[in-house]
């Protein structure tokens, strides 16, 4: 089934970012290759270091493009990276997906349809993790940033930015923030607003470009009746350990605390200390936790 607006065929693509996970990706091609919903693939190897890119090269046909960065400088400047190689491709509409993401061709068919409405300039559907559903979230500020570095209280952070059961009463429901594993957004729009902050290497891309497209006016939405599976295979954790991951997050947390919320010199002080205290708690954490193998 093709979609149409105005009688002109809406050209979608949908960039897959890998990084040492070919097994994954391989998986999620097999899956989409075939989709008519989808006028090209575009993988994106992040410069891994397990000859993804040259076993990921052999799927290459004139609907699948495989092209490798430069260097692994994360999530946000994997994605840029093939969201400006499709510049000239007359693409209308794109997908960012993760390749641990199972989607029937239906979804993708159904986001298009959401995309025909004029306000939405992003749709996400319910992300379904081991039962777990991600229906997108608020912006989150300086408060529950700071909570969020208090050992035991981060799950209330999380809470504080979640809209209520009740919010979701509608097909489509206008949120602030989507998960960036997987959503269409219109390309003009994502070009406009210079795509992806690369400015973090992991970690609260999402909340960024939440603020990016609320800052220019745009509306982001769930399609509560779509939903796709997580997989959680996850690349990341395969390649980074607990605190590694964890001093990134908090770096990216600063960044965007910083240029996105402009939170004030103090504030930022304020929100460092309590990092590295939470920091230091992590690294006990860790040292028990390789005391208690070890016996």
Not at 260 to 281: A, E, K, M, P, W
Request: glycine share 2%; proline share 1%; net charge neutral.
């Amino acid at each position: 089934m093709l979609y149409f607006i105005r009688g002109i065929k809406m050209k979608t693509a949908i960039i897959i970012l890998n990084y040492n996970d070919y097994d994954t990706t391989v998986r999620m091609l097999n899956n989409i290759k075939d989709y008519i919903a989808l006028d090209l693939i575009v993988v994106v190897d992040n410069k891994s270091t397990d000859n993804s890119y040259n076993q990921l090269k052999s799927f290459e046909n004139d609907k699948i493009k495989v092209i490798e960065t430069d260097n692994n400088y994360g999530y946000a400047y994997g994605n840029n990276y093939a969201l400006k190689y499709i510049e000239d491709k007359n693409i209308d509409y794109v997908i960012i997906s993760n390749p641990d993401i199972i989607v029937s061709e239906d979804i993708i068919n159904k986001m298009k349809l959401d995309m025909e409405q004029e306000q939405v300039a992003l749709v996400a559907p319910v992300i379904n993790e081991k039962g777990n559903l991600s229906r997108g979230w608020k912006i989150p500020h300086f408060k529950e940033d700071l909570i969020s570095n208090i050992t035991y209280f981060h799950k209330y952070a999380t809470k504080l930015l979640r809209y209520d059961d009740s919010y979701y009463n509608q097909k489509l429901v206008k949120v602030e923030v989507v998960s960036g594993c997987f959503f269409m957004i219109k390309f003009d729009i994502f070009k406009e607003i210079n795509y992806f902050d690369s400015n973090t290497f992991l970690y609260y891309e999402e909340n960024i470009l939440g603020s990016k497209l609320k800052n220019n006016d745009y509306e982001s939405y769930i399609d509560t009746e779509l939903e796709v599976i997580h997989d959680l295979s996850v690349s990341v954790d395969k390649s980074l350990d607990s605190i590694k991951k964890y001093k990134i997050l908090k770096n990216s947390q600063i960044y965007f605390e910083e240029k996105y919320n402009h939170l004030n010199i103090l504030g930022i002080i304020v929100l460092r200390l309590f990092y590295i205290i939470s920091l230091f708690i992590s690294y006990i954490h860790v040292y028990i936790l390789k005391f208690r193998r070890k016996k």
